[in-house]
């Protein structure tokens, strides 16, 4: 597509319920990367895959964190048994490689745990 | 620690009113600064990227600018349509973006 795609683009989950948030990068484009933005606050890293490859995922909070990417393109984020401070937006970026090729971020999926 | 901090953290300008945002930083082994501009309910988008202190950047009424220290954004005679949040940030020598919280500009006719 034209764009990074992410959905669902709202999610509403109960305390302790599993939830999965999926994005589809530009195609052909082998980083990824995954950022969670607090209300009011600036997008802060999850982690990055360069293609399969998970290269760094120092950004998630705690083991209830997973993301995987097992072709290289579509990703999924999930957190395992929520928490109401896990409520935040989580934003899925794609670039071609690195920095210079700029990074193009998707609208986000806004999850609400309550 | 890599840190990048904005200000103000909201900024009120009459239409046709020039200003300056800030962003200062602090990153290891810096390998870009970038500036997004984020609608409500949107993700980020784009806007520059500046690689060496000296170099500016213009798109429009925007003009970026950047030190060692400190980057920043000249709006120059700004419309009700700039209004929206702008995002300062640098991109380390792991390759994460490292963002500031933002400044949310209104531009009032």
């Known amino acids: 597509g034209a764009g990074v795609s992410q959905s669902p683009r709202y999610k509403v989950a109960k305390r302790g319920q599993d939830v999965a948030l999926r994005c589809d990068p530009i195609s052909g484009h082998v980083s990824l990367f995954w950022y969670q933005q607090a209300l009011g606050q600036g997008p802060e890293f999850l982690t990055y895959?360069?293609?399969?490859?998970?290269?760094?995922k120092s950004g998630l909070p705690s083991d209830r964190f997973f993301a995987e990417r097992p072709e290289g393109s579509v990703s999924t984020l999930k957190i395992q048994r929520t928490q109401q401070e896990d409520s935040a937006v989580y934003l899925c970026?794609?670039?071609?490689?690195?920095?210079?090729?700029?990074?193009?971020f998707g609208s986000g999926t806004r999850l609400t745990v309550v | 620690e890599d840190q990048v901090t904005q200000s103000p953290e909201a900024l009120r300008l009459q239409e046709g009113e020039s200003s300056s945002l800030n962003c200062s930083y602090t990153?290891?082994?810096?390998?870009?600064l970038f500036w997004y501009r984020q609608d409500p309910g949107k993700g980020p988008e784009f806007l520059f990227t500046?690689?060496?202190a000296g170099e500016e950047k213009e798109k429009e009424r925007l003009k970026a600018t950047l030190t060692k220290k400190e980057s920043f954004l000249h709006i120059t005679a700004p419309k009700p349509e700039d209004s929206a949040t702008y995002l300062c940030?640098?991109?380390?020598?792991?390759?994460?973006?490292?963002f500031g919280q933002g400044t949310t500009l209104q531009v009032k006719p």
């Open positions: 970026a794609s670039s071609l490689g690195r920095e210079r090729y700029g990074y193009t």
């Open positions: 895959f360069q293609n399969e490859a998970q290269l760094d």
């Open positions: 500046l690689y060496s």
């Open positions: 990153v290891s082994g810096l390998r870009g």
């Open positions: 940030a640098g991109s380390s020598n792991t390759g994460k973006l490292i």
